[in-house]
């Protein structure tokens, strides 16, 4: 029986739930995943950005039952502080949690215009202006923190909270054929050539469910 539960809603949509699972698997978490239903209302909802509160992806270890993608990184932090989740240095560290809040709670438009589908790949697309202020703006903190960190992850050498919160947009970059500058798209492809988005993306390919209103040609 696996050591702790992790409840997603879709690998292929949900960019909530890609943030959960890496967070889980870099702490080395023994971890079992159940995916719900498409079909089911309130899973709709949150894929479909309706919802007022995400109730996934929630973790369940032992006794514990966390959700929101921040508050299981503190858990994991607090029960596995060797995994490296969050930067050694005070500065840094502080750094991280900044630009993982920004990720966090900001960037709409982004998020509206260019929703998470790994399966989805749209040449060309047009990306209207307020979409364009978010991606610049991501491209700015990726060109900050790599210039401090030297990479190839933002904070160094290995992937932090950071890495886990900005990965579905790396996804969104390729999907939506989003033009870079050579850093950000240095990194983008450091992300998307990770294992565990490897695994991830694999599964996503697999999963047999599909929600016609994200899954629709722009």
Not at 124 to 138: C, S, T, V
């Amino acid at each position: 029986m696996a050591e702790a539960t992790l409840t997603i809603s879709s690998r292929n949509y949900s960019s909530w739930s890609l943030r959960g699972w890496l967070l889980c698997r870099m702490a080395g978490l023994d971890l079992a995943v159940e995916v719900l239903s498409g079909a089911d209302a309130s899973t709709r909802a949150e894929l479909l950005h309706l919802s007022p509160s995400f109730l996934v992806p929630r973790l369940e270890h032992g006794a514990i039952a966390v959700w929101d993608v921040l508050a299981i990184a503190e858990y994991l932090n607090e029960i596995r502080p060797d995994a490296g989740l969050l930067p050694e240095a005070p500065a840094e560290r502080a750094r991280c949690r900044a630009v993982s809040g920004e990720m966090h709670g900001g960037f709409v438009n982004l998020r509206s215009a260019l929703p998470m589908n790994l399966r989805s790949l749209h040449r060309g697309f047009k990306i209207f202006n307020g979409a364009k202020g978010d991606i610049e703006r991501i491209c700015a903190i990726f060109e900050d923190c790599l210039s401090r960190s030297g990479g190839p992850y933002l904070f160094g050498a290995r992937p932090t909270l950071a890495d886990a919160m900005y990965a579905p947009v790396c996804t969104r970059f390729r999907t939506y054929d989003v033009t870079l500058p050579y850093t950000a798209a240095t990194y983008r492809d450091t992300i998307l050539a990770w294992d565990l988005m490897n695994e991830w993306a694999a599964l996503a390919e697999s999963e047999p469910e599909e929600i016609e209103e994200l899954d629709m040609e722009f």
